[in-house]
């Protein structure tokens, strides 16, 4: 038996039995703290990138080259990300979703901690930007194979109708991860001068990280595998290489997924770590100021990530999806006349409103991508299209906005780069061939019989 690729199964062999209900809350909870506390970790590093880096570990060069060589490193962690999305996507179909998600919460919290621990540029020297660059990089691979395990437990523990809400739980700990990391760089920069924090207060949110990891293992290894992995692994279906299937039978999903991804993390990064700098070298605004932008920025992205996958539920993902990239596409010239007053009121509503967009087309992403891969291979395919749309999409974004807006001398020209990745988020939801909502709920739950050896 065969299916199309990126089409579901229309002959499903096997189900598996309904999940109790109090697990099911368990999962999508335990689903929301680590990934909080997995992207705290991944999302501080870029906070600080745009705010302390540049001075502290590339201090010989300009101070425009040295935003430059900071905004880079966050660059560097894409690049792992695919790399770890196809280790932790293999083990994962291979051993389980669990034991992924354990694995890449302790490498990203031991990085993390590192990260606050490393003495800069005049203490060691080159060593400093250099193991900073490493350290980015596993921070990459756990990241690249994170979001798909947490994504895929939460959506296939999910109820028939509900797919979309449970899947946004992982969702949401973006947000969550990015209002913790604001608000921890904002208490270290209320609580000390502005020298203070460029030599040791931007590390005490770093070894903070020590104590989130703790709780976030506490709560991964109190929940059960995923009934659908488990209705695999029962079956003797699991495949001896995922990652060879995956590109063999279902290449048009791999692509249409991470299309999908592009211009939600090219416009999220430019939120993220651009803004901020952006705010406070350009248009003068304070550090404390454009923090706090961040922090509403996070809870606005946070709600509408929720509107957007309950949304997704009931419209329909792809019609959801194709709201909120147009969504994004209209935004991204009005947001930077906003910002571009300098007053904190246009600034916070700039912010919130490029969020609008980013919320519905986040929302509904962990169930899409459940329902655009078979459970053999759906942590591979979710995992890889995860890290290849965030490299293409965000791993450069703010350098690329930071060159753009020297080149140019105007912020529309950034609002322009933001409006071709909306585009290609477009595109691609042109080219999904989206299933009856009847097909998809007998795909995910649902268990095929191998079509070829592998």
């Known amino acids: 038996?065969?299916?199309?690729?990126?089409?579901?199964?229309?002959?499903?062999?096997?189900?598996?039995?309904?999940?109790?209900?109090?697990?099911?809350?368990?999962?999508?909870?335990?689903?929301?703290?680590?990934?909080?506390?997995?992207?705290?970790?991944?999302?501080?590093?870029?906070?600080?990138?745009?705010?302390?880096?540049?001075?502290?570990?590339?201090?010989?060069?300009?101070?425009?080259?040295?935003?430059?060589?900071?905004?880079?490193?966050?660059g560097v962690s894409f690049f792992a990300r695919p790399l770890g999305g196809i280790i932790a996507g293999h083990l994962g179909d291979r051993l389980g979703r669990k034991a992924m998600l354990v694995a890449t919460l302790v490498v990203m919290g031991g990085s993390t901690t590192a990260i606050g621990l490393l003495p800069g540029y005049g203490a060691i020297g080159v060593a400093a930007p250099v193991l900073l660059v490493v350290l980015r990089f596993l921070q990459g691979l756990s990241a690249g194979g994170e979001w798909g395990g947490a994504a895929m437990l939460a959506v296939e523990y999910a109820p028939p109708g509900r797919r979309g809400l449970f899947g946004a739980f992982p969702q949401l700990g973006a947000a969550f991860g990015l209002v913790l990391a604001n608000l921890a760089l904002l208490a270290a920069a209320a609580l000390t001068t502005s020298d203070q924090f460029v030599a040791w207060g931007w590390r005490i949110p770093f070894l903070v990280s020590v104590i989130l990891i703790g709780i976030g293992f506490a709560v991964r290894a109190g929940v059960g595998e995923s009934p659908v992995f488990e209705e695999v692994r029962r079956r003797n279906v699991r495949r001896r290489a995922p990652l060879v299937v995956l590109l063999r039978e279902h290449r048009r999903a791999l692509v249409v997924a991470s299309g999908l991804f592009v211009g939600v993390n090219l416009c999220g990064y430019i939120m993220i770590a651009f803004v901020g700098s952006y705010g406070t070298g350009v248009l003068g605004a304070s550090r404390s100021s454009m923090l706090l932008v961040g922090v509403v920025?996070?809870?606005?992205?946070?709600?509408?990530?929720?509107?957007?996958?309950?949304?997704?539920?009931?419209?329909?993902?792809?019609?959801?999806?194709?709201?909120?990239?147009?969504?994004?596409?209209?935004?991204?010239?009005?947001?930077?006349?906003?910002?571009?007053?300098?007053?904190?009121?246009?600034?916070?509503?700039?912010?919130?409103?490029?969020?609008?967009?980013?919320?519905?087309?986040?929302?509904?992403?962990?169930?899409?991508?459940?329902?655009?891969?078979?459970?053999?291979?759906?942590?591979?395919?979710?995992?890889?299209?995860?890290?290849?749309?965030?490299?293409?999409?965000?791993?450069?974004?703010?350098?690329?906005?930071?060159?753009?807006?020297?080149?140019?001398?105007?912020?529309?020209?950034?609002?322009?780069?933001?409006?071709?990745?909306?585009?290609?988020?477009?595109?691609?939801?042109?080219?999904?061939?989206?299933?009856?909502?009847?097909?998809?709920?007998?795909?995910?739950?649902?268990?095929?019989?191998?079509?070829?050896a592998d």
């Open 1 to 74: 038996m065969t299916h199309a690729p990126g089409r579901p199964s229309a002959d499903p062999t096997a189900a598996h039995p309904p999940a109790d209900p109090a697990q099911v809350r368990r999962v999508a909870w335990a689903s929301l703290v680590g990934t909080t506390i997995e992207w705290y970790d991944f999302l501080i590093f870029a906070a600080a990138a745009g705010l302390v880096f540049g001075p502290l570990f590339f201090p010989v060069l300009e101070p425009s080259s040295a935003l430059l060589a900071s905004f880079a490193t966050i």
């Open 297 to 452: 920025g996070a809870l606005s992205w946070a709600l509408f990530t929720a509107i957007g996958a309950r949304w997704s539920d009931r419209l329909g993902r792809r019609r959801t999806y194709l709201v909120g990239a147009l969504a994004r596409a209209v935004w991204t010239f009005p947001m930077f006349l906003l910002l571009d007053t300098g007053a904190l009121g246009p600034m916070l509503l700039a912010v919130c409103g490029l969020t609008v967009g980013l919320g519905l087309t986040y929302g509904p992403q962990a169930a899409a991508y459940a329902e655009l891969f078979p459970p053999e291979v759906r942590y591979s395919g979710s995992s890889l299209a995860y890290a290849l749309g965030a490299v293409v999409g965000g791993a450069f974004a703010p350098m690329i906005a930071t060159w753009l807006l020297e080149r140019s001398g105007t912020s529309l020209s950034v609002s322009a780069y933001m409006l071709l990745g909306c585009l290609l988020t477009v595109a691609a939801v042109a080219a999904w061939r989206e299933a009856p909502s009847s097909e998809r709920e007998r795909f995910v739950s649902t268990v095929s019989a191998p079509t070829t």
